[in-house]
């Protein structure tokens, strides 16, 4: 079942980040920081390429328009889908989406496998490599960030209000009206909208920045031969695989057993028959 269908999406809080309101002062980073007490991140060889470790939940990715040849700022952070292939993929339920919108996570349930960070579609888990007893990061959303008002530390950071945070309902809906509003200003087409059965965290942009958040476009969700990954969670895709997977076990297991016992049923035969023969021959000897 999805994680979604037991919740009132009414209630699904989320962000929505304006990139074009970005100015990559990196403020939104300090929140979090502060907020969630990190340590400083010096140990550069655990760090990706986009900024995100397990010191850093959120990040400010740089990256240039090649045809205008200017550098945008992108957040990136946990985009908390609205069917986590994380949670799905958990052993021991560590992940979990909550009513309000965040997918959680329990480190007193982890047991360290990171299934997590092998199904996350976005490549946004990380691991505390660092450390003799290590857990799995990520940006949390959860009253754990909020501070007064009730909104998340990097949401208050912001000077400019690149990032805000609401309902997913409210969002979608200023989100659509600034795209109408601004025809020529943005790409129309709200990330995380649909993509991996749609997320709490949206993005829009005047460039294109599937590639900063890892969602591809509907076009190279056809060249991957997954087109149903544009609207569809990955737990959804596979759910009805996984419900006939103990049908087959026991086709399978009924089907070698039938071959078993078939094939000693003809060694038997042959081996009494040989016996038989043995038998006879001796008899015709003594005679």
Not at 239 to 257: K, R, Y
Request: proline residues 6%; glycine residues 8%.
């Amino acid at each position: 079942m999805s994680s979604t269908q037991t919740s009132d999406s009414s209630k699904l809080k989320g962000m929505l980040t304006d990139v074009t309101k970005c100015i990559g002062c990196e403020r939104c980073v300090e929140g979090c920081v502060k907020r969630n007490k990190l340590p400083r991140d010096f140990l550069s060889y655990f760090k990706a390429k986009d900024g995100l470790s397990g010191n850093r939940f959120t990040s400010i990715v740089k990256t240039k328009n090649e045809e205008t040849g200017k550098w945008h700022m992108v957040r990136k952070h946990c985009l908390h889908c609205l069917d986590p292939s994380c949670a799905t993929a958990c052993l021991v339920g560590a992940f979990a989406k909550s009513p309000d919108g965040a997918v959680e996570y329990d480190e007193g349930m982890c047991i360290g496998c990171r299934y997590c960070m092998l199904a996350c579609p976005f490549s946004i888990p990380r691991y505390e490599y660092n450390k003799p007893l290590p857990y799995v990061r990520k940006c949390k959303m959860n009253d754990e960030c909020r501070v007064a008002g009730g909104k998340p530390a990097c949401v208050t950071a912001c000077p400019t209000r690149a990032t805000i945070f609401d309902t997913r309902e409210n969002l979608l809906k200023i989100a659509k009206k600034r795209l109408e509003e601004n025809p020529g200003k943005y790409v129309n087409h709200i990330y995380g909208e649909h993509e991996f059965g749609g997320t709490s965290v949206m993005y829009i942009s005047d460039i294109p920045i599937g590639d900063v958040l890892d969602i591809p476009t509907k076009e190279q969700f056809e060249e991957m031969r997954l087109p149903q990954l544009a609207k569809k969670s990955v737990p959804a895709l596979v759910e009805p695989w996984v419900w006939v997977t103990p049908i087959q076990f026991f086709a399978v297991s009924a089907g070698l057993s039938g071959i078993w016992l078939y094939r000693r049923k003809r060694l038997l035969a042959q081996e009494k028959q040989a016996n038989d023969t043995s038998s006879g021959k001796e008899g015709n000897d003594g005679k």
